[in-house]
């Protein structure tokens, strides 16, 4: 489907408008032709680069060109020379297909690193141009996007963020503002749904969408599937949105000016056209995700009036860029003044906060608590347990930043004098996420890209289904997230099978990087969160229980055993041990169970503890065989699947889990029911004698 009308459109508007710039304190005001040309270098680098690497999204970065030039030669406010400069306004490009925009405007901007060769290596194996942009990878790419929906949810956060440190540390040192390129694809995505809805409530005034509003997505035109009115869905989510002619700088330029003071998010609807210059497959989805070809390449030059070889730019048009990018350095010489002008002790909290550094208040509270459940042993659910972790904790570390998807109660995730974060106040620290585990958890991930937070939440362990492809870009970009996920198996009893976690143990400890921590009583509990906190470049998730379990770790050890993952926590008694008992969690006190069966019927077992699989098989081959020891037979218990286990029992170990769904029922009729057991597990090493 062709949109000829909206070219010409666009088109016309160029050519009958002259330039006059919004007032913009660093600004020169340019003029039309000045701007079509700085425009005409993103579009023509896109078609460059995705031409050579024979693959790659051309028609965004043509299409939204023009949006961007505005926002970071005019409102954008960021230093090339410094691109983690705490201050700087985050851009985030949700529709991360779009990357070659992104590429373009970092190399005409004069971010060191991106040369023009990267630009010639897009999509090439070790180049800092991948096919979608990633974080950590590349300076200058706030957020790792390609599935869509997830950056704009990350936005949120950044906003969150933003407006928290700004209440907590002032606005001389926090003052930015957060803007998101977003395609169709990302706003048909749910998740964007959940993010724009708290965001219109939290009134994140200093937020703003620019919506690339083409009409088309890879099957064609969006009107195949799609009749919503972007306008109306964000104004009835408490923003404030408005539509403009994508292809008019004067019009992007009021937007944006208007969007700055306003009171509410705002969305701006940029009328585009996909492919802008291509002559024939400008307007349809022939150009939004392939190369061009060398004819529409040349006829798109013809067209742009651009007649610089591929890959250059002319040096005036560069020189205006590289202007651009420095425009901001005395912005942020300012601020680095003010920074240094702060009292030492605020300075140093401010630092080590946005350096992701944990107090050394840490360790002192974990000890507390652990000396405080030596002393008094508690035999309560590991959820209740982590609250009692959270009190201590969060009191130590302001930056924790906790919350729930509506389930503070059940999760245990709102400590003692945690204030809640609302628009009448973003000091506090618990965030109401409401009824959305997937937008929650994409949000965390803005919150934790941004610095200075650390964010941990709560859901039922079952909608980790919910949060996970938000969980695996926290994985992927090595985020410190932190997911409380309570109700962590049949236990949680009468709920039913809906709600009774099976295959999701397994299923998050196949995600690279992330450490999924079970712990089996409220010892436990306080060294996996002591863990999951230190655990600065990889998110966690703490599993947890709804029901009571025993205190299995008495006395007091200043180690935290949960540190390697997995541990001997009794040994076997009347010889060396003919089996090895391994479990998580709530079933650590089943196989404690099993183990005096066993020892009754003089047969010598131990107990291992495996709170953690992650840390355990990164533990050097020596350590590892010594924990998972020399007995004959090996047993494990979990209330799950066998998958993963036999890395630790081996395939010819025995496994007492669950290998279908789980019942409604009281938590301990399905434990019979299923033969969770310590007769069923003693009965299990038996059948191997
Ligand atoms: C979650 C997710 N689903 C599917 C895709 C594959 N995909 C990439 S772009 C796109 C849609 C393209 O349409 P639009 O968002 O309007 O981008 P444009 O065509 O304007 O570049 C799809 C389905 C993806 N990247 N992420």
Request: charged fraction near 20%; proline fraction near 5%.
């Amino acid at each position: 489907m062709t949109k000829p009308d909206r070219l010409s459109t666009a088109s016309a508007i160029a050519q009958a408008s002259g330039y006059s710039a919004v007032a913009h304190p660093n600004v020169k005001p340019l003029s039309r032709p000045e701007h079509d040309r700085m425009a005409n270098a993103i579009r023509a680098l896109a078609m460059d680069a995705v031409e050579r690497a024979k693959s790659g999204h051309p028609g965004l970065p043509m299409g939204a060109a023009d949006i961007a030039t505005v926002l970071f030669t005019r409102f954008l406010k960021f230093d090339p020379a410094d691109p983690a400069w705490p201050d700087r306004d985050r851009f985030v490009l949700s529709a991360g297909h779009g990357s070659m925009l992104l590429y373009a405007l970092l190399y005409l901007l004069g971010y060191e690193r991106m040369a023009i060769e990267e630009i010639k290596r897009f999509r090439q194996l070790g180049s800092i141009t991948p096919g979608h942009p990633e974080h950590g990878h590349t300076p200058g790419v706030e957020t790792t996007t390609g599935p869509l929906g997830q950056g704009l949810a990350n936005a949120v956060g950044m906003a969150i963020t933003e407006r928290h440190l700004a209440a907590i540390f002032g606005a001389d040192l926090v003052d930015h503002a957060t803007f998101v390129l977003a395609s169709d694809g990302d706003l048909m995505e749910g998740v964007s749904q959940e993010a724009i809805a708290l965001a219109g409530h939290l009134q994140l005034n200093k937020l703003t969408v620019l919506y690339d509003d083409n009409g088309i997505s890879i099957d064609g035109a969006t009107s195949l599937a799609d009749s919503v009115d972007q306008v109306k869905r964000f104004e009835s989510a408490g923003w404030a949105a408005t539509r403009i002619d994508g292809h008019d700088p004067e019009a992007i330029a009021r937007a944006i000016e208007a969007a700055r003071h306003s009171n509410r998010p705002s969305l701006i609807a940029c009328r585009t056209t996909i492919g802008f210059g291509a002559p024939t497959k400008g307007g349809t989805e022939k150009s939004h995700g392939s190369p061009l070809g060398p004819e529409e390449i040349a006829a798109a030059r013809q067209r742009l009036g651009w007649t610089a070889p591929a890959f250059e730019i002319p040096a005036d048009i560069r020189a205006q860029w590289r202007t651009a990018g420095g425009r901001n350095r005395p912005a942020r010489l300012a601020w680095e003044q003010r920074l240094a002008a702060l009292d030492p002790l605020s300075r140093a909290q401010f630092l080590r906060r946005l350096r992701g550094e944990i107090d050394e208040r840490l360790v002192p509270a974990v000890t507390n608590v652990k000396q405080t459940l030596a002393q008094a042993p508690k035999d309560i659910a590991t959820r209740a347990a982590s609250e009692l972790a959270l009190d201590a904790l969060t009191a130590a570390l302001p930056e924790m930043i906790g919350g729930s998807a509506d389930l503070t109660g059940s999760n245990n995730t709102r400590a003692k004098g945690m204030k809640v974060l609302k628009a009448a106040d973003y000091s506090g620290t618990f965030i109401h996420y409401g009824v959305r585990e997937h937008g929650m958890a994409a949000v965390m991930n803005g919150m934790a890209l941004h610095g200075g937070v650390i964010p941990y939440s709560g859901t039922f362990l079952v909608f980790s289904d919910y949060c996970r492809p938000a969980i695996r870009l926290a994985a992927l970009m090595g985020l410190r997230v932190i997911f409380v996920m309570t109700h962590d198996s049949i236990g949680l009893g009468e709920d039913g099978p809906t709600h009774q976690p099976i295959e999701h143990l397994a299923a998050l400890r196949a995600i690279p990087k992330l450490k999924v921590f079970r712990p089996c009583d409220a010892v436990e509990t306080v060294e996996c969160w002591q863990l999951a906190l230190q655990s600065q470049n990889a998110p966690s998730v703490l599993a947890l229980t709804r029901q009571s379990v025993p205190q299995l770790r008495s006395g007091f050890d200043a180690r935290n055993r949960c540190a390697s993952g997995a541990y001997e926590l009794i040994a076997a008694e009347g010889g060396a041990a003919q089996v090895s008992l391994f479990a998580s969690g709530s079933e650590l006190s089943t196989a404690v169970e099993a183990r005096k069966l066993l020892t009754a019927r003089k047969v010598p077992a131990r107990v291992v503890s495996v709170p953690c699989f992650e840390l355990f098989f990164a533990l050097p081959e020596a350590e590892r065989n010594a924990v998972v020891g020399a007995a004959k037979i090996n047993v494990a218990v979990e209330a799950g699947i066998r998958q993963g286990w036999d890395a630790i029992i081996g395939s010819a170990g025995s496994f007492v889990g669950m290998s279908n769904f789980g019942a409604s029922a009281p938590h301990k009729d399905l434990y019979q029911h299923f033969g969770l057991t310590a007769e069923k597990v003693a009965e299990a090493a038996l059948n191997k004698l």
